[in-house]
């Protein structure tokens, strides 16, 4: 894989070519298979900045083109040896070409796509400066998804009030299948590490979560995963974005869904955050999506389920069905929690499970592990902020927590 | 019809993915999706003769206002300008993955003759 970086003006346009060895098909670090859609695509950034340490270009670039690398990237601009050893290091492939310092910087910049998640971030560091990716459409690719209101997003992310940067960009429609995304979660911070020397940026907090980092995460059902390769400080996203002066930083990765729920609805946010980007005024209420926000956000509240969808609908067939399932700690957590669940789309996940408030409370605390995890200056703060909103786990807490799928 | 069957399994995966162990239940899942999706196409078909009957047939009823029935070449029209469109967009990722590919081949080219 070759790629090119070419700024005009405020637009940085990153071009790419496969190798002889590379081909169309390729796979995600979570194992997704995924089909490259064109070769280019186009970051905007808030305004012209300067220059761009060639580590962040080859970070930027990284995250759009590993599916489809086999053996070999070549960079347009020497890259620091550290970040060719990540890369070398964390995927087998070759890196070239190699030279230059590293970089560093100092402030975090949240990662905030408006989710309760990222929400629930922004409410544990309210100085942090948050910076946003806006999906927009690809000049050269026919755009299928027009009921993505990225424009929402963005918008509600402004009346935040916080420090923001919008980065825009179309590189989502890189992938052809199984549709436009991000061709490897981590290509949503390429516009953040474009404008990581500008903003001084020294880490990116992400709002992945408990069960996202450590219980499998998208990649796997019911497993304990603490080298997971996404999100694990020690894994090889986390060592190159180490590399790159830009260290993850998970704050919320010790709590679970509800916790992340519960903070970024009592937080000022509460009227900004929007999980389903499908309806026109608010959450549509009809996907997969706000039926799993929405057992949670009851079981919060510990309210009935308000909601239209019947065991019938497809978007429900899986709760339908026998354990596992995806994310099925906070699944537990609601059925423990919401009265009358019985009655719900949930009603025969919750006698499959058999779960209790008290076999669920483990999720009401905060993994200690995940802490460490923090680096050095931010994690006093996010410490803190846990043991006074949150409290930490017990040591049998904990162990549910590394048994997780072995019971 | 099969592009909604494709996009109603396509969501499913892209609501879990999952490890291979997993993959007889994935595919029971699927069908039971796929049976989903059908027997809401089968209602949406319905709706949709129901509809066209209904706008086939002259008004009967005395109505109080004109009733808009839209022209049946019209409807025909709008098909067809729905079918052209799915038609371009998958023509043109086609155009682009071979581009791709093309710009490979090339590299290849020059690679060979470097050497
Ligand atoms: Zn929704």
Redesign the pocket.
């Known amino acids: 894989m070759r790629v090119t970086w070419k700024p005009d003006g405020d637009v940085w346009h990153l071009g790419f070519r496969l190798d002889p060895e590379d081909g169309l098909d390729g796979t995600v670090t979570d194992g997704q298979a995924v089909r490259l859609a064109t070769n280019s695509c186009r970051i905007q950034l808030p305004r012209r900045v300067a220059d761009v340490h060639p580590d962040l270009l080859a970070l930027a670039a990284w995250t759009v083109v590993a599916p489809w690398t086999t053996r070999r990237i070549t960079f347009d601009r020497p890259v620091s040896p550290d970040l060719a050893a990540a890369v070398e290091r964390g995927w087998g492939i070759e890196v070239g070409p190699v030279g230059g310092g590293p970089r560093a910087g100092g402030r975090l910049a949240i990662s905030y796509s408006g989710g309760a998640d990222s929400a629930a971030v922004a409410a544990i560091l309210p100085d942090s400066p948050l910076v946003h990716f806006q999906r927009v459409p690809h000049p050269r690719v026919p755009n299928r998804w027009t009921h993505y209101r990225s424009d929402v997003l963005a918008k509600l992310a402004a009346r935040t009030g916080r420090e923001l940067t919008i980065t825009r960009s179309d590189l989502e429609f890189t992938l052809a299948e199984p549709r436009p995304g991000y061709p490897e979660h981590h290509a949503v911070t390429a516009g953040a590490a474009l404008m990581a020397d500008e903003l001084d940026l020294g880490g990116l907090a992400f709002g992945y979560e408990l069960g996202s980092r450590w219980l499998g995460g998208g990649r796997y059902l019911l497993r304990y995963t603490p080298d997971n390769p996404m999100w694990s400080g020690d894994g090889r996203w986390g060592r190159l974005f180490q590399a790159a002066g830009l260290p993850i930083v998970l704050p919320v990765g010790g709590v679970s869904e509800a916790m992340t729920m519960r903070l970024a609805l009592t937080s000022e946010l509460r009227p900004y955050v929007r ?5 026109d005024g608010g ?9 799993y ?1 929405e057992l949670i956000h009851a079981a919060v509240e510990r309210r009935p389920l308000k909601t239209a969808i019947t065991a019938a609908r497809p978007v429900a067939a899986k709760w339908q069905k026998p354990p596992p399932y995806g994310g099925q700690e906070m699944i537990e957590y609601g059925c423990a929690r919401v009265p009358g669940i019985e009655t719900t789309p949930f009603g025969v996940a919750a006698g499959h499970l058999g779960a209790t408030v008290e076999s669920t409370s483990w999720l009401d605390h905060c993994y200690r592990p995940a802490l460490e995890e923090i680096p050095d200056p931010w994690r006093k703060q996010v410490t803190d902020f846990m043991a006074e909103e949150v409290g930490f786990m017990t040591e049998d807490e904990e162990r549910r927590v590394r048994d997780w799928g072995q019971a | 019809m099969a592009k909604r069957l494709r996009r109603a399994v396509r969501a499913w995966f892209d609501a879990r993915y999952i490890p291979r162990a997993e993959h007889r239940d994935a595919v029971r899942d699927i069908l039971w999706e796929v049976q989903a999706a059908g027997r809401e196409l089968a209602e949406l078909r319905r709706e949709v003769e129901t509809m066209r009957a209904r706008l086939a047939k002259p008004v009967t009823a005395p109505v109080t206002a004109p009733v808009k029935v839209p022209d049946p070449r019209q409807t025909a029209r709008w098909d067809d300008a729905h079918r052209l469109a799915s038609e371009t967009a998958s023509a043109v990722d086609h155009l682009l993955q071979n581009e791709i590919l093309l710009w490979q081949a090339v590299d290849r080219i020059d690679l060979e003759g470097a050497t």
């Open positions: 999980w389903c980007l499908r309806g959450p549509c209420g009809e996907c997969g999506k706000c039926l926000k």
